[in-house]
């Protein structure tokens, strides 16, 4: 398998010169996109693992990013903002962040989170149309398969 290819969606660079050198200490593979068009792109086009979104981008709002790729992936999305808002925080996890670092942050949280959600995403639960996932379940369509954490449970076609 190859290395987890993560999308850096980031218009600062001095931001993005912090990121990318921790994720090339974890040999992760990376594409990066400037703004929020370029970021929808990318992710269509690359497939990546995990994306890094940035919520000031120069030409629409991260959220609006995410709203728009929601609706035909379940990719995992860390929302990176220096807003520290608790609502807009809310607002990134209702709209299906899957976590939230607040700028500044050090490389080694930044590598934590990353972690954490490859853990979580694994290899059979990565982000194929087949799937639906809310928060800690995941649904497989064409096996019925509901997972929750360790859990798995099989639904009949109904359910
Ligand atoms: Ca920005």
Sequence with gaps: MSNPMILVVEDDSTVQNLIVPALETQEYRYCTAQDGTQAILEAATQRPDIMLLDLGLP?????EVLKSVRKWSSLPVVVVSARSHEQDKVSALDLGADDYLTKPFEPEELLACIRSLLRRSG?????????????????????????????EVRLSQRE
Excluded: N, P
């Design 59 to 63: 030409d629409m709002d991260g959220i």
């Design 123 to 151: 290899e059979e639960v990565s982000a194929d149309a087949g799937e639906t996932v809310f928060g800690d379940l995941t649904l497989r369509q064409s096996t019925f398969l509901l997972r929750c954490g360790e859990r």
